[in-house]
């Protein structure tokens, strides 16, 4: 018996292609429904009034303290223990009966989660803006809407980049257990090849390099993103004087 097998990948690339088309089409339309809905959540985050703040942290806390997993079995699963939903699926509902979806409800656990991780990322960087620009902003008469939108959310956006790279990769990463309700993403599709041919050493190894060349080329694309809008915090180097 051969230690590895190529013909199990040539003969099932068409599977895996799926599978990896299914990853990305997760990853990204979390990732864009999570950056767009945490940046007033962000704002809400830091106000100083209980009754806005509270419930965004009680939202956080909660998905960053419980797997993901949970989460995803907990919508996919959970939603049929209601009687109300159940009767809304039975009625034809447009909108309950999505939740009927194995993607929409993947999609919707972790677009809520990468939301929650990326509130608490931005809320961080905002607090970081320097208590001068604020003050000049307050002096030139800004309202607190201008303020935010001239003085605080674009450079926080921009202190952001390396720490919400690391969330954007474990999202990648974490939609893996997409599979656990159903769906056949990159690592479903390794699932349903070692199934086929008993063959797991070659089906996880290859989906285990396709996750890291996405890995390596999302590290890529944000160094990019540093050298654009961070490249005038980097230290400036000094040339040596020259010796007579």
């Known amino acids: 018996m051969d230690l590895f097998d190529p013909q199990v990948i040539t003969g099932n690339l068409p599977q895996f292609w799926r599978g990896l088309w299914m990853t990305l089409?997760?990853?990204?339309i979390a990732l864009l429904f999570g950056f767009v809905a945490a940046i007033p959540l962000a704002v809400m985050r830091l106000s100083r009034n209980p009754l806005v703040a509270t419930?965004?942290?009680?939202?956080?806390y909660f998905f960053r303290g419980t797997p993901m997993l949970v989460q995803l079995l907990l919508v996919y699963y959970g939603a049929s223990q209601w009687e109300w939903m159940r009767a809304a699926w039975e009625a034809g509902h447009p909108l309950w009966s999505l939740f009927r979806?194995?993607?929409?409800?993947?999609?919707?656990?972790?677009?809520?989660?990468?939301?929650a991780y990326t509130v608490e990322i931005l809320a961080g960087s905002m607090r970081n803006t320097p208590h001068g620009e604020l003050e000049?902003?307050?002096?030139?008469?800004?309202?607190?809407?201008k303020t935010l939108?001239?003085?605080v959310i674009p450079p926080a956006l921009r202190r952001m980049i390396p720490t919400y790279s690391n969330e954007v990769i474990l999202m990648l990463q974490g939609s893996a257990i997409a599979s656990a309700v159903t769906l056949v993403?990159?690592?479903?599709?390794?699932?349903n090849v070692y199934s086929q041919h008993?063959?797991?050493?070659?089906?996880f190894v290859f989906v285990g390099l396709i996750y890291l060349m996405l890995t390596f080329g999302l590290v890529g694309l944000f160094k990019l993103a540093?050298?654009?809008?961070?490249?005038?915090?980097?230290?400036?180097?000094?040339s040596r004087p020259q010796e007579a």
Not at 55 to 60: E, G, M, R, S
Not at 136 to 145: D, F, I, P, S, V
């Open 25 to 28: 089409q997760l990853t990204t």
């Open 55 to 60: 419930p965004v942290a009680a939202y956080t």
């Open 101 to 115: 979806e194995p993607f929409f409800c993947a999609l919707f656990a972790f677009g809520l989660n990468t939301c």
């Open 136 to 145: 000049a902003a307050k002096a030139m008469g800004m309202t607190r809407l």
């Open 149 to 151: 939108q001239r003085i």
């Open 185 to 191: 993403d990159l690592t479903g599709a390794a699932r």
């Open 198 to 203: 008993f063959a797991p050493f070659e089906a």
């Open 226 to 238: 540093e050298r654009r809008w961070l490249g005038h915090l980097a230290p400036r180097k000094t």
